[in-house]
C-alpha cells in the first residue's frame, strides 16, 4: 500500500463488489501519514484513515504527500475542463490536518491547501550540485525560471540557458522546443525542474544541447516519476531526484 502510518499500523480490505473497508490494527497517541501517489483511489482510502484515526481520537501530526496529484492541473486552458487541483484540493481540506509536500508545481496548489508546509526545490535538489564546479543551469520553460534565480543566488554558476516550449493545448504535445545557445561549450549543462513525467520536455533540450557541443548534460527533478522507464532519457548522462542519484 502506497500510504503508510508511522506510530501506529492498518489494515486494508476491498470487498469483492469494489468498497474499501479500513481498520487501525494498533492505537497509538500520535502519527505521521505518508501518501506515495500511485492513482487517484487512494485519496478515498486516505479519507477513510483519517476518519478512523479520528473515531480512536489519535493525533495525526501532519500528511505527507511528496508529489501532489493534478498540480499540473491548476489553470483552465480548454472550456469544458475540470480545475483539478482546486477539487482536489476542497477534499484534502475537509481532514483540516497540516499537509507537508514536496516542491509544488505552482502557487497555486499551497494557496488552495489549508495548512500547506512546503518543502522548496532548492531545499529538496542542493545535494545534486555539492559537488559540481563550473556548470550553466538550465531553465526549461518560463514557470520555472523563479526557481532557477533561488538556485543561481544561493549557489552561483556560469549563466543561466533559458529554454521555451510551444505546446498544442488541446493535445498536450510540445510542438517546438527553442533553446538560447549563449553559452560556452563543453561546459556541464544541469536543467532543473520539478516533475520528470514521460520525459519529452528534456529529451528535446538535450538534443539541442548535444548538437551545439554542450559537455554532460543533467536532469535534476524534484519528482521523477519516469512513466515511460529512465532508459527513455538515454540522451540524458546523469538524472536525478529529491532521493539521490537516479541514473
Known amino acids: 500500500m502506497s500510504i503508510e502510518l508511522f506510530g501506529s499500523s492498518y489494515k486494508f480490505i ?3 463488489a469494489g468498497e474499501s473497508h479500513v481498520r487501525v490494527t494498533r492505537e497509538s497517541g500520535e ?3 505518508k501518501w506515495t501517489y500511485e492513482d487517484d483511489s487512494e485519496l478515498f482510502i486516505l479519507l477513510l484513515l483519517c476518519d478512523a484515526l479520528n473515531r480512536l481520537q489519535i493525533n495525526i501530526a501532519f500528511i505527507q504527500i511528496p508529489y501532489v496529484p493534478h498540480a499540473r492541473q491548476d489553470r483552465i486552458t480548454v472550456p469544458g475542463e475540470s480545475l483539478s487541483i482546486k477539487v482536489f484540493a476542497d477534499v484534502l481540506n475537509t481532514l483540516g490536518e497540516t499537509i507537508l509536500i514536496n516542491d509544488a ?3 497555486v496548489t499551497t494557496a488552495l491547501i489549508n495548512n500547506c508546509v512546503e518543502i522548496t526545490q532548492y531545499e529538496g535538489l542542493q545535494h545534486v550540485l555539492e559537488d559540481k564546479i563550473a556548470f ?3 531553465c526549461p520553460d518560463a514557470g520555472a525560471h523563479k526557481k532557477i ?3 543561481a543566488t544561493h549557489r552561483g554558476c556560469l549563466g543561466i540557458v533559458e529554454c521555451s516550449k510551444v505546446r498544442d493545448t488541446v493535445t498536450g504535445n510540445i510542438v517546438e522546443t527553442k533553446v538560447d545557445l549563449d553559452y560556452t ?3 556541464e549543462m544541469i536543467i ?3 516533475i520528470c513525467d514521460g520525459g519529452r520536455t528534456f529529451i528535446e533540450i538535450a538534443k539541442v544541447l548535444h548538437a551545439n557541443h554542450a559537455g554532460k548534460v543533467t536532469l535534476a527533478v524534484t ?3 519516469f512513466t515511460k522507464g529512465i532508459e527513455a532519457l538515454d540522451i540524458i548522462d546523469e538524472i536525478w531526484t529529491r532521493e539521490g542519484k537516479a541514473k
Open 14 to 16: 476491498q470487498f469483492p
Open 31 to 33: 502519527v505521521r501519514i
Open 105 to 107: 508545481h505552482s502557487p
Open 136 to 138: 550553466y543551469l538550465v
Open 149 to 151: 534565480i533561488e538556485f
Open 185 to 187: 561549450p563543453d561546459m
Open 192 to 194: 532543473i525542474d520539478d
Open 223 to 225: 519528482h521523477g516519476l
